[in-house]
């Protein structure tokens, strides 16, 4: 009998490939659209195959998870982007489906992540979502900003050096001291629940609160410096 992770297989491409692999295309899209619920005007969010094309030619690497019955059930992509105070591995976006969540897709995702990237310094991304960023904590090591955490000035200063080259953080309203970026995408879904709940109970991380009351029209940046 096959153990549960063994149902998935993990597949690796370089943006501009997938860009140029309508299946690909195809998959990433049909992930988005179904991972996140409603926006503020009660209709679901919606992410075409034109729009995830030009998203993933943008990008630097894409990594899908596949069910072996069910097709793909979850991807990663993410950008390589140069700052003064390092090279910084940006997550655009990571989903998983709804009946698939809970089974560490989303872990071994960005596991093979840090694989790919282990010469960043940084890791970072614009996340809504607190149990997106308990899980990338638990993967990546190292230094975590998040939030309300007062950051250094070389997060500062290496965040707004990025800025132009992210579209997470171009145009966005950047607060600086509390990490946070005002932006119109704030998922909302049944499926999933801000309250402290894991698979094995714990004590929550210190910033889960902060991310647990995120007011919906903003987004947390997470920032791990690796060094």
Known sequence: MLLEQDEYEFHSYKGEEAAATPSLVNAVSHVF????????????????????????????HLFVAHHRT????????????????????????????????????????????????????????????????????????????????????????MIKEIRPKCPDLRGADFNASNLRVKTRFTPVSSEETKEWSPPHPSEPPPWWASLQNLPSEYEALLIIDRD
């Open 33 to 60: 659209s179904n991972s996140f619920g409603t926006n503020p005007q009660g209709k679901p969010y919606r992410l075409g195959p034109k729009t995830t094309r030009e998203r993933l030619e943008s990008t630097d």
């Open 70 to 157: 069910e097709g793909d059930v979850g991807y990663l992509y993410a950008r390589i982007l140069r700052a003064t105070q390092g090279v910084v591995g940006w997550i655009d976006s990571l989903a998983v489906l709804p009946d698939h969540r809970r089974k560490k897709v989303a872990t071994r995702l960005v596991s093979r992540l840090v694989n790919t990237i282990s010469t960043c310094r940084w890791v970072g991304c614009a996340t809504p979502n607190p149990i997106a960023a308990l899980v990338i904590t638990n993967v990546v090591h190292g230094k975590i900003y998040v939030d309300r955490c007062n950051p250094p000035d070389d997060v500062v200063s």
